[in-house]
């Protein structure tokens, strides 16, 4: 009877459950008994980063009224001893938004600009955050009068926005006047899927510009039939993994048990693989003996992990989510198709024998994934 | 040069160097041993039937065996014979062959008569009986070629005079010189096997030889003179199959099979010979040439001749030679001992000395693709080197390794010298070996 | 008598042809280029041209000795391989980063993969993109085009005609007087080159024509300036002397021209979508991926063959 439950359909899913349950409960009340320690570390950091574009201010509150800020500024905080504020300012650079921490005093002037978080072009866009270049605007009361650095054209404009930006929203925090609201540009439905569907499958691929999913890339690419294979199946496991965790996340989970995420997810996950593999087992054999072991392999594949994570970073509705792990999966059979065909050229190659077996199939990998990096940028331009 | 429109078969131009050309045939005298080896033809090879000591007698069978491919071996003088060797033939496979001492009479057997033919088995027996193979090149016993199974449905004679093989030009000689033998060849042929046309292929670098044959055919509308592209290898059978008729002979299957039958030109010139006087075949114009002999030319030479003899005839080494070669550049065995003879499917003798020899050494395949660009059955060699070496059996055959005729081309037209043609050959032998294996 | 007779497989005889007098072509072919460079860039175009072509060299003889494999610096394939790489650089590249770019060129992409022939990617394509991520700096700053002799060329910046956006006068595209990588900015040089190719038969035109011609149309299709896209940046060259590169091209004629209608359309998505002003690099690197499926797609059919498993 024992056995008879182990090996069944429901056993080792109730095992499973157990065991995470337990998992979970420990992380709950460690996390309960860490919190407030952790808030006030942060809290501390914070205030110090801020206090670099802010001489002379010592701790912070921040200002609550978010709906009268001007577009693209993402919080202010006002120093308590009335030295001035200090603004989170993002504006489009040459990829994605670059955001700066922006200190104004009470003469309106700005007093530091710090480049907080940024994607751009290493080296290039590096500069306009060297302070060389952007303590320039040190002392100014608008944001004219700053050349541009030549090649670095965008991302200049980036902190010439942010820093007008956060000069409006000291209007707006010293004046009360709440900034005229902009005609914000929604994306609608379809167009939205389109740019989720060529953001993950060309722009952001889970193999060859997240990194994800390295372990099946390199071990099943080697026939095409497989490559194949594998990517439907874990296309599939994405998509179901998706369907149920991001309302588990959205409805159970919430902001206030985000840290359960990980360890629920591997759980879900787990759960759908074993499923789909007991019922391919039972309704289309053919099939799963095609798949192999490939198919419990996918439980430990890190990309389908990274997807149902990221659909929530990303703040993705529940269609959203679905259309981005459909668009994962189709990116990762890309990148397995493409590189079979590699990898059956590399079979008449002849490399070192140190290099022979994974280490080449990484370069070759590598050579793949920098292919890749032209297409940076073209859902702007393909979507405006 | 070929146009983008041309629909002709790929090919390479090699140089033509058809020295000997205009030069008149000319007899050489009877050598004072000959070596009558056993195996001319494509199949098994014959039994002796004679013994050390025998006297024999020109146009005494030595040779015979009752197996399909094999066609009789007929001696080509008069003598002693002086025992049977076993010799190493250049294609590294062991023989027989009959040494006979010449006593220089040329004394002929008593049996030797012209034959009777009235009917298409007639004239099949009177193939067999005078030893005929294809004078091409290849030894496809030529009783078996003119007796096609489906003989009704074979319609077309189609005549190989291309010579597409660089020095070789015996058979534009034959033209020349035996221009009425080859239109009475072809007649017999016609008219005993019920056939309705004739196309003799030649291509366009022998403009008199054209114009002769055209000459000799007036009259007759059945018979036309095709003038082809003078690429190698146009003289290949189903290349010459199609340039001449436009007809594809499908893998694995004869040109008997679509309605064709291809022969070598010098052969209908040997079978009126041997009809007018019954002599077997036992002679052969051979082409002498290459840079290290002292006198190019045709010899009309008796089987059996050792290649020293042969090359004694026309002048001797001009400088040392260090390639010997049966056959043209592209399609002929290196010979390893010059005391080796002439056998019945020898066109041409060529001896080169070291500055035309390059010992050339293989670099890396670069994937150029001349090779595929060169290959006239449209044949991939880059990619069947490729799966060769990865032992990928089931790519061999996918990519019809089969089909290849080792014409030479891509081994001819690749930068890198890679030994095309020859692994060609060991992907044949090793797909042979996989089905003898399993079977 | 013993007679010292060399025996081989037939045929006996080859093309004179070479690897290397194939390579020695194509270092011909680019000669032009190399002078149009130095008019415009000065000497400098010269000496990085020279340390580029001696470092390729350098690499791989060492890489060929060190690992104990025959040597094949003299199929000067090397020796292209630099010179197209410095053709695709700025002229005031620095030296020491050039370098890098050939070491990525020679050992990683070409000879830890076997060396010619085997490699499945451009080793000039891939260090390019290396270079161009590595060191953006360098690599978007165009030298403006001075002339010759007159040593480090103004450092004046300029964009490219495609990333500045301005109109330039299509002569100035076509003669170079443009900013630019020292071999793309020459048009007519490079034309010089395509021709002595073609007549060499290193090439066949299949795929610099279906090349252009394609972004030609799809920019005219887009609406931009199509007669500009093909004047501009680094598509000439790249058609004509990167693209072509045997080993990651395909095979056939039906292939090359598959690839090539690709890299035309995927040039085109570059250059009007994505954020670098130049897609050549990126389109023919995809492409070289995207050839052995190609390959596999358009075998020949033997003459007379018949469809069975052999």
């Not at chain 2, 003088?77 to 027989?96: C, F």
């Not at chain 2, 089987?303 to 001009?318: A, E, N, V």
């Not at chain 3, 890098?100 to 490699?119: D, S, T």
């Amino acid at each position: 009877m024992m056995a008879k439950f182990r090996d069944g359909l429901v056993g080792p899913t109730v095992i499973l459950f157990l065991f995470c349950a337990v998992t979970t409960l420990v992380l709950a009340f460690t996390n309960t008994a860490t919190e407030p320690l952790i808030l006030q570390a942060r809290q501390e950091a914070a205030d110090e980063t801020r206090q670099q574009v802010l001489p002379g201010a010592d701790s912070f509150a921040e200002w609550e009224d978010a709906e009268s800020l001007p577009g693209g500024v993402e919080a202010v905080y006002e120093a308590r001893n009335g030295t001035g504020y200090v603004f989170t300012s993002a504006a489009k650079g040459y990829n994605g938004a670059v955001t700066f921490l922006i200190g104004v005093n009470r003469k309106g002037e700005v007093t530091g600009v710090n480049m907080f978080e940024d994607d751009e072009t290493p080296g290039l866009g590096a500069r306009v955050g060297e302070d060389s270049y952007k303590d320039q605007y040190v002392g100014n009361t608008d944001n004219e009068g700053v050349d541009k650095i030549q090649g670095a054209t965008l991302t200049s404009n980036a902190l010439k926005n942010a820093v007008g930006q956060a000069l409006s929203a000291y209007q707006v925090v010293t004046t009360g006047t709440p900034a005229p609201r902009e005609e914000t540009k929604t994306v609608s439905g379809l167009n939205a899927f389109l740019i989720i569907l060529v953001s993950v499958i060309l722009v952001d691929n889970y193999v060859l510009s997240k990194f994800l999913g390295i372990c099946p890339f390199l071990g099943v690419s080697k026939k095409l039939d497989s490559a194949l294979g594998m990517s439907v199946a874990v296309t599939f496991v994405m998509i179901m993994a998706t369907a149920v965790t991001w309302p588990i996340n959205n409805y159970l989970l919430g902001e206030r048990y985000a840290y359960l995420q990980t360890i629920v997810f591997i759980l879900v996950i787990a759960s759908v693989v074993q499923f789909i593999e007991v019922a391919l087992k039972k309704y289309m054999p053919a099939l799963h003996k095609a798949l192999g072991v490939y198919l419990p392999l996918i439980t430990t594949n890190c990309a389908v992990l990274g997807v149902t994570l990221l659909n929530i970073t990303e703040s993705y509705s529940f269609l959203q989510s679905i259309v981005n792990s459909l668009g994962a999966g189709l990116g990762f059979m890309l990148a397995m198709v493409l590189f079979a065909g590699v990898r059956r050229r590399m079979e008449s190659c002849a490399p070192p024998k140190s290099f022979d077996g994974i280490p080449i199939t990484l370069v070759a990998a590598s050579i793949l994934a920098v292919s890749f990096l032209g297409f940076s940028g073209v859902v702007d331009g393909l979507f405006g | 040069m070929a146009s983008i429109f041309d629909k002709s078969l790929k090919g390479v131009y090699t140089p033509h160097r058809k020295n000997t050309r205009d030069m008149q045939t000319v007899d050489m005298p009877v050598p004072d041993t000959v070596y009558i080896v056993m195996s001319q033809h494509m199949g098994p090879p014959c039994d002796v039937k004679v013994a050390k000591g025998d006297q024999v007698l020109v146009g005494q069978i030595l040779g015979h065996s009752e197996a399909l491919f094999s066609a009789p071996i007929h001696s080509s003088v008069s003598g002693v014979v002086k025992g049977i060797d076993e010799i190493i033939m250049p294609n590294g496979v062991r023989s027989k062959a009959v040494v006979i001492q010449c006593d220089k009479e040329q004394t002929p057997h008593p049996d030797i008569r012209p034959p009777q033919i009235s009917t298409q088995a007639d004239l099949v027996k009177a193939f067999y009986d005078s030893g005929m193979v294809g004078l091409g090149g290849a030894g496809f016993p030529s009783h078996i070629k003119f007796n096609p199974k489906n003989l009704g449905e074979v319609n077309t004679l189609v005549v190989n005079a291309a010579e597409c093989e660089p020095y070789i030009t015996s058979d534009y000689r034959t033209i020349m010189e035996d221009t009425q033998d080859v239109l009475d060849g072809i007649r017999t042929v016609m008219r005993h096997l019920e056939m309705k046309n004739c196309t003799i292929g030649v291509e366009d670098n022998k403009p008199r030889g054209i114009e002769i044959l055209r000459e000799a055919a007036r009259g007759d509308d059945r018979i036309q003179v095709v003038q082809l592209h003078s690429k190698y290898p146009q003289g290949a059978e189903k290349v010459l199959a199609y340039e001449c008729t436009g007809t594809v002979i499908p893998e694995g299957k004869l040109p008997g099979d679509v309605g064709l039958i291809v022969t070598n030109i010098t052969t209908l010139a040997c079978l009126t010979n041997y009809l007018r006087t019954g002599v077997p075949l036992i002679s052969k114009r051979v082409t002498v040439d290459g840079n290290a002999v002292e006198h190019p030319q045709n010899v009309r030479v008796l089987i059996g001749t050792p290649i020293r003899d042969l090359i004694s005839f026309c002048g001797g080494y001009k400088s040392a030679p260090a390639k010997l070669l049966m056959g043209g550049p592209m399609m002929g065995t290196a010979v390893y001992d010059e005391s080796y003879p002439v056998v019945k499917n020898n066109n041409a003798i060529l001896a080169f000395d070291a500055a035309q020899v390059e010992a050339y050494s293989e670099t890396a395949c670069i994937r150029c693709g001349r090779c595929v660009r060169a290959c006239p059955m449209n044949l991939m060699p880059l990619r069947i080197e490729d799966c060769f070496q990865r032992e990928d059996n089931d790519g061999l055959r996918a990519f019809k390794v089969g089909l290849c005729m080792e014409c030479g081309c891509c081994s001819y037209a690749c930068p890198a010298k890679r030994q095309l043609v020859q692994t060609n050959r060991l992907a044949k032998a090793r797909l042979k070996r996989q089905v003898s294996g399993t079977k | 008598m013993e007679q010292n007779l060399v025996i081989t497989s037939s045929p006996h005889f080859r093309v004179p042809a070479t690897t290397s007098t194939i390579m020695r072509d194509v270092l011909i072919a680019l000669a032009p280029s190399l002078v149009a460079a130095m008019f415009y860039f000065g000497m400098r175009a010269l000496a990085l041209a020279a340390v580029c072509v001696a470092a390729s060299v350098i690499f791989e003889y060492l890489y060929r000795r060190l690992m104990k494999l025959p040597g094949s610096v003299g199929d000067l394939s090397a020796a292209v391989t630099g010179l197209l790489l410095a053709l695709n650089l700025p002229a005031d590249m620095p030296f020491f980063k050039a370098i890098v770019g050939c070491f990525v060129a020679i050992v990683v992409v070409k000879q830890l993969f076997g060396g010619i022939g085997k490699n499945f990617a451009n080793p000039a394509i891939v260090a390019r993109i290396v270079l161009l991520v590595s060191f953006a700096g360098n690599m978007t700053t165009w030298p403006a085009p001075g002339g010759m002799f007159r040593g480090v060329p103004d450092m004046v910046v300029g964009a490219t005609p495609l990333a500045a956006g301005t109109t330039t006068p299509y002569m100035n595209l076509f003669l170079g007087s443009i900013g630019g990588s020292m071999g793309e900015v020459c048009k007519l040089a490079l034309l010089l080159g395509f021709v002595y190719l073609l007549a060499r038969r290193v090439i066949t035109a299949t795929i610099p024509l279906t090349y252009m011609c394609t972004v030609f149309a799809l920019s005219l299709v887009l609406g931009g300036d199509p007669v500009l896209h093909l004047l501009s940046g680094g598509l000439m060259i790249g058609a004509i002397f990167m693209a072509t590169d045997y080993s990651t091209s395909p095979t056939t004629e039906r292939g090359k021209f598959i690839f090539a209608l690709g890299c035309g359309v995927l040039t085109v998505i570059f250059r009007f979508y994505s954020n670098y002003p130049e897609g050549v690099s990126f389109a023919i690197l995809i492409m070289n991926i995207v050839t052995p499926h190609i390959d596999g797609l358009t075998k020949i059919k033997a003459f007379g063959g018949v469809k069975n498993d052999g």
